[in-house]
């Protein structure tokens, strides 16, 4: 059966590059602006690629699944490896580049990307991809670790160690990204409207998104279509006390880095 599934992915993924073939020839060379979702796992930046993906202006460089480029053909043995957490790892950014030309359609003025570990990597990206705009977004530590444990079945305190991280380097992009627009997941789904017209003072080309889907993010409730909602009270309800006693014990060391989100324990 998964071998099956990997099989219809990769046939989904030749027609798109058939299909964008005669579009991105014509407009290989046009000006083009980048914009890059910087955001940890099971932080909802799936739901913000659909959403900013309304746009008639914006082409995603893989709309299925998690929506990551790190996850496209020729590119996953490259990005998708067991090091892709290790802040050391050197990419070959301008490889990487051709690989995602050939899935955005080059006809649309802002190509959007999302993948996950690109919080570790803004520095390589703004050095390849001009000119590039970025969306920083974290999620509460809790839902995020609640998230982490159910997906990748660790421990609490591993998944909260995992989040301080993704915190840490958040902060570093925050303090060091003049080009960069910060909002939290609960911002995004308590303040649709608000979020959505700060993200077109960035790009002004996005005046035509469309918050008024259902939207198929993948979620714990699993893959049904669904309005913007905050989910996660439903998320740290599923937490049992053991689990928060561990993350605890984790986030009780990182109490001024939660309080730079607006975060407590």
């Known amino acids: 059966m998964k071998n099956i599934q990997i099989i219809t992915i990769n046939i989904y993924y030749l027609f798109r590059r058939i ?8 407009f290989k060379n046009k000006k083009h602006k980048y914009l890059f979702i910087l955001s940890p796992p099971f932080c909802g ?5 659909e959403i900013i993906s309304t746009s008639k202006k914006v082409s995603c460089n893989n709309n299925i699944g ?6 496209l053909p020729r590119g996953k043995d490259i990005m998708f490896t ?9 990419l070959p950014w301008e490889h990487i580049k051709k690989i995602w030309k050939k899935y955005w359609n080059l006809s649309k003025p802002i190509l959007l990307e999302k993948s996950v570990p690109n919080i570790l990597r803004v ?12 969306i920083c977004m974290v999620r509460d530590p809790y839902a995020q ?14 998944a909260a160690k995992f989040s301080i991280h993704c915190l840490m380097y958040q902060k570093n992009n925050i303090e ?12 995004l789904c308590d303040n649709t409207e608000k979020i959505i017209e700060r993200i077109q003072n960035l790009l002004p080309e996005l005046n035509d998104i469309n918050i008024k889907k259902n939207f198929s993010a993948h979620n714990f409730k699993g893959k049904r279509k669904m309005r913007i909602t905050n989910l996660n009270n439903e998320k740290i309800k599923k937490l049992t006390i053991e689990d928060i006693t561990s ?10 880095l939660l309080e730079y989100f607006n975060y407590s324990i």
């Open 176 to 187: 060091n990204e003049k080009k960069l627009l910060f909002f939290t997941y609960e911002d």
């Open 82 to 90: 067991k090091e892709r957490w290790n802040p050391n790892l050197e």
């Open 45 to 49: 930046s799936t739901l913000l690629n």
């Open 19 to 26: 299909k964008l073939f005669i579009p991105n020839l014509l």
């Open 66 to 71: 998690t929506r990551e480029g790190q996850t």
């Open 145 to 158: 670790c609640e998230g982490i444990m159910r997906r990748n079945n660790v421990s609490a305190e591993e």
């Open 123 to 134: 520095k390589e990206i703004k050095n390849t991809f001009l000119p590039v705009s970025f």
């Open 247 to 256: 993350i605890n014990h984790v986030f009780s060391k990182n109490k001024n």
